[in-house]
């Protein structure tokens, strides 16, 4: 079955970093393009950046530009989240979805303390 698994968040400092990892098994990891999306305490999804199959294309929303890098490496069916210069309105439960199907991870937390 399609299983996706985050990690690598934790507790940062403002203006720090954190690379967050979606470990994938179940499917073709090379037919999928993938998101990551976050939620804040109290808050609803929200979409934060999508990577197409191959790796060429990228997506980012408005809050992460600039400060955030997704990438995958398909030898390994992992997505990951490179994010630099963290505010605390990043914090956020974060997971991964593939696309299409919008299947999605149990989440890591990210917690950004200012």
Known sequence: QVQ???????????????????????????KYGMDWFRQAPGKGLDWVSQISSDGRATLYSDSAKGRFT??????????????????PEDTAE????????????????????S
């Open 4 to 30: 996706l698994v985050e990690s690598g968040g934790g507790l940062v400092q403002f203006g720090g970093s954190l690379t967050l990892s979606c470990a994938t098994s179940g499917f073709t990891f090379t």
């Open 94 to 113: 974060y997971f991964c979805a593939r696309v299409p199907g919008g299947e999605r991870g149990q989440g890591t937390q990210v917690t950004v303390s």
């Open 70 to 87: 997704i990438s995958r490496d398909n030898a390994k069916n992992t997505v990951y989240l490179q994010m630099n210069s963290l505010k």
